[in-house]
């Protein structure tokens, strides 16, 4: 079973970059799928970016698929999101998901079998 835990976030002004990761500890980290979603105040849970077994295949949402980048070290049991050029509509808790056993997860949080408790992104001048 997965544990995952996100760190990274933080205040940022528009224009601004920051990045995000997951340290994952508990099973293979290379058997699972991962992803990042965002929860803003308000609203449903967004899907963000997703990211393959071995990093091959990734896919990030339309409206950040210029600004942001996933990736993920299977040595070191972690992935980050590169964000750049933040928006204050990026502002959310960005949280992190894993797929046991996928080789790529969905788009929706029902694919999704670990979640991580969420780093903060305020972008705001």
């Known amino acids: 079973q997965a544990q995952l835990v996100e760190s990274g976030g933080g205040l940022v002004q528009p224009g601004g970059s920051l990045r995000l990761s997951c340290e994952a500890s508990g099973g293979t980290f290379s058997r699972y799928a991962m992803a990042w979603f965002r929860r803003a105040p308000g609203k449903e849970r967004e899907f963000v970016a997703r990211?393959?077994?071995?990093?091959?295949?990734?896919d990030v949402v339309g409206s950040a698929k210029d600004r942001f980048t996933i990736s993920r070290d299977n040595a070191k049991n972690t992935m980050h999101l590169q964000m750049d050029r933040l928006k204050p509509e990026d502002t959310a808790d960005y949280l992190c998901?894993?797929?046991?056993?996928?080789?790529?997860?969905?788009?929706?949080?029902?694919?999704?079998?670990?979640w991580g408790r969420g780093t903060q992104v305020t972008v705001s001048s």
């Open positions: 998901a894993a797929a046991a056993d996928s080789v790529i997860g969905g788009t929706t949080f029902r694919s999704y079998d670990y």
């Open positions: 990211i393959s077994q071995t990093g091959s295949i990734t």
